[in-house]
């Protein structure tokens, strides 16, 4: 593969701006075409930044058939699934925004398609690339708490709630579980080292959403804006996982691993109503044990840095097509907090407790 980069992007609203800008600083990569479903609106996005000779498309099957290398998919959650497996199937390597598709059968389906052939997937996740993200996961995963038996994760905003897309069923599959809930699934699942869920037990609402005193579009609010689950997975391990767009309160807590040997308690970066989610940086991270028969609280000193986390992601993605590396986030191991966020919503509508269901590929 050559190593100067020939990237397409496909849906042309603010989070391909972003994209846009992440990979001009990239001297090896080339923006060489941009497709949007709505006419017109590429070629306005192209002439808007400047993408010399950057093609066109309303549509991004036309995109797929021009020499690319790998593609950026920036659309609605509805259209995750089609262009993913369409720039799969066309031989290009994917980006793809999160949350990873609206239905878990549209996420078992872009898995397979990037196992048969051999393209990559890799899901938007920049929290991960905070260096504090990996020493949480190396603290956990070093056994110092010892065995972990419980964890929580989740957030909230005081008032936090999107329009449009994001709040059809249709289009988008979900609320504020899927939307900014995948934060922090994959913040903590990753800690963890995603093990399989075996059950989930959930609840979810929308008292804000469809309020007309809450929210402009409340008449045609169809997803919820809270919710709580308590999932079970293998070897004696739970999360409560509980996320809100808008709520009567200021936090939903901190995130906590609690094990046999010590806790760890990590809250998040950032402060104002948009804050309190795991769509930035960590905070601080302290760490819970007995040190001399004492109870001990010990702050865990973090990694400064000065890094750009979304630059951080469209780079690793870039280098790893370059490189032929694999994925950096394969869209198999976010198929996991697919299915728990399937979960959770055939558990609420249903009131009760349901299974998870995932292929093995050992």
């Known amino acids: 593969m050559s190593k100067h980069l020939r990237i397409g992007i496909i849906g042309s609203g603010g989070i391909a701006k972003a994209h846009v800008s992440a990979y001009r600083k990239l001297p090896f990569v080339e923006i060489v075409a941009v497709a949007d479903v709505i006419p017109g609106k590429a070629a306005d996005f192209v002439e808007a930044l400047q993408l010399d000779g950057a093609a066109a498309y309303d549509g991004h099957r036309k995109l797929l058939e021009q020499e690319l290398d790998a593609v950026s998919i920036c659309t609605p959650n509805v259209s995750h699934h089609e262009t993913t497996v369409d720039s799969l199937k066309a031989g290009k390597q994917v980006l793809l925004e999160k949350p990873m598709s ?14 048969d052939t051999g393209n990559m997937l890799t899901i ?6 905070d260096p504090n993200m990996k020493l949480l996961q190396e603290i ?10 419980y964890a929580e994760t989740g957030g909230g905003r005081r008032r936090g709630m999107p329009g449009g897309t994001f709040i059809s069923k249709k289009l988008a599959g979900a609320g504020a579980m899927a939307d900014i809930g995948c934060y922090s699934l994959d913040m903590a699942l990753n800690t963890l080292g995603y093990p ?18 809450y929210h402009p579009e409340a008449s045609r609010f169809e997803v919820e804006d809270f919710g709580v689950a308590m ?17 009567h309160m200021d936090t939903l807590g901190a995130t906590m691993f609690l094990g046999t040997d010590a806790g760890l308690k990590i809250t998040p970066a950032g402060s104002g109503p948009w804050s309190g989610v795991w769509d930035g940086s960590i905070g ?8 001399y028969g004492r109870n001990t609280q010990t702050p865990i000193p973090l990694i400064e840095h000065k890094l750009n986390l979304f630059d951080e992601k469209v780079r690793d993605f870039a280098e790893a097509v370059r490189d032929g590396r694999p994925a950096p986030i394969p869209g198999e191991q976010i ?15 249903s009131g009760r407790e349901v299974s998870v269901e995932l292929p093995r590929h050992d």
Do not use: C
Not at 124 to 129: A, E, N, V
Not at 140 to 147: F, M, N, Y
Not at 231 to 247: C, G, P, T
């Open 335 to 349: 198929l996991i907090q697919q299915a728990i966020i399937d979960g959770v919503l055939r558990s609420a509508e």
């Open 124 to 129: 938007g996740f920049q929290p991960r690339y």
């Open 196 to 213: 399989r869920p075996l059950t989930v037990s959930a609840f979810t609402s929308n008292h804000f959403g469809r309020n007309p005193l």
């Open 231 to 247: 999932v079970r997975f293998e070897n004696d391990l739970v999360l409560q996982f509980k996320i809100s767009w808008a709520m």
């Open 102 to 115: 609206v239905t878990l059968a549209e996420a078992l389906e872009m898995t397979q398609v990037a196992r």
């Open 140 to 149: 956990v995963q070093s056994e110092r708490l010892g065995k972990v038996y």
């Open 284 to 291: 601080s991270i302290t760490l819970y044990h007995d040190e």
